[in-house]
């Protein structure tokens, strides 16, 4: 799958669980700050994620991921 | 096909006096009435009692509802994940001050217990008993540490008791149910002996969602029916997010959703009884109408079951 295409199923995720527009779904965009999206909307957006690509993510590898960008690259890097 | 069905023919809830609201918590805890509420939907919860006085005063509102004396109950079934002791099981103690002669025991399968006994109650009648008492009663502030403000904020205490009574097999009541545990889940919630509830949030969150709308799906289809043919949902009060997203994913509005937990907090085995009452006063539900119960909680287990309403 090309990036773009794959960018654009996670943004389609994204908009459907956080509720924000899909303007708004950007690389350097802020899960707080930019989408007002808390920690349990974060675990939806996995969920989310989980079910569209087929994959796993583990509690432990949400540290750290604040971002669009940093959960998409996660995201990404299973799909390897 | 059974011998017997069962149905409902009374309820009862009962919550302790002491109302602690979020802004309680403020004072004395690095959290914030906007914070809970977002994350919770929990506004305030009660804290006193202990797990018999609640179960006693819930069983004697069933019994009035129904109807009934102690006598003619056939057998108690308590549901608590906080017993008064290790030995005897609460439910002697229950049994004793409702003035029951029956047969009484305790199950513990944490917040889905209720369901639990609900299911377990309908099978005694199926196999001959005229009247089972299910209660399902909690003191979780017991067993919460209250400096912890990721705990504290969440827990509390409550009761509530439905009376099932023998009916003939064609007008059983209790449709269908699927109950289940995931034991390799222990670390996320648990609570050991004197000590004090330990919860990875977001894993149980996540988990929660995933046994409900599995666990509910099950049971809707062994009992032949759909997310539409529902009119009230009573799901475990844990948490507004919980049943949202369960909710969303089962086809279910929140509009026929029966929600306590703003008032009271999680209070494990009494919250799915402390919702139906609250819902039946509203008058959420008719007769012959269908009732989806669902819970989910340490272990962590699921239950649910889908009862057709009506004495």
Request: hydrophobic share 45%.
């Amino acid at each position: 799958m090309d990036d773009a295409k794959t960018f654009e199923q996670f943004k389609e995720c994204a908009v459907k669980v956080l509720g924000v527009s899909p303007d708004k779904v950007v690389m350097e965009a802020n899960f707080a700050e930019d989408l007002e999206a808390d920690s349990l909307d974060i675990v939806e957006l996995v969920m989310e994620l989980e079910d569209s690509f087929s994959i796993k993510v583990e509690e432990s590898e949400l540290e750290n991921v604040n971002t669009v960008g940093a959960a998409y690259e996660l995201v990404k890097g299973k799909l390897a | 096909m059974n011998m017997y069905g069962s149905k409902v023919v009374g309820w009862g809830a009962a919550l302790p006096d002491e109302v602690v609201t979020n802004k309680d918590f403020e004072a004395r805890l690095e959290t914030n009435d906007a914070w809970i509420t977002e994350r919770t939907g929990i506004k305030e919860r009660r804290m006193g009692g202990t797990t018999s006085s609640l179960a006693v005063e819930a069983a004697q509102k069933a019994l009035a509802n129904a109807g009934l004396q102690p006598s003619d109950i056939g057998l108690l079934v308590l549901s608590t994940t906080t017993p008064e002791q290790t030995v005897p099981a609460t439910s002697g103690t229950i049994q004793a001050q409702l003035g029951l002669t029956c047969g009484a025991f305790d199950i513990n399968a944490a917040c889905a217990g209720f369901v639990y006994g609900l299911v377990v109650g309908h099978s005694m009648i199926a196999t001959g008993t005229e009247r089972v008492l299910v209660i399902g009663s909690d003191t979780l502030s017991k067993i919460t540490d209250q400096q912890d403000r990721s705990t504290a904020v969440l827990f509390a205490d409550g009761a509530g008791a439905v009376i099932l009574e023998r009916t003939a097999p064609e007008d059983n009541a209790v449709l269908g149910w699927d109950l289940g545990v995931d034991g390799s889940l222990v670390p996320i919630l648990y609570c050991d002996h004197g000590g004090y509830l330990k919860m990875e949030g977001r894993e149980v969150f996540k988990r929660a969602v995933l046994a409900m709308v599995s666990s509910a799906k099950t049971a809707m289809e062994r009992a032949g029916v759909t997310a539409d043919d529902i009119a009230l949902v009573v799901p475990h009060q844990a948490n507004i997010r919980i049943i949202e997203a369960a909710n969303n994913r089962l086809g279910l509005s929140m509009e026929k959703t029966a929600i306590v937990l703003d008032t009271t907090g999680n209070t494990s085995s009494g919250s799915v009884p402390l919702a139906l009452s609250a819902a039946v006063e509203k008058g959420m539900v008719n007769p012959g109408e269908y009732i989806l119960f669902s819970g989910f909680g340490a272990g962590m287990t699921w239950a649910s079951a889908v009862v057709r309403w009506g004495k």
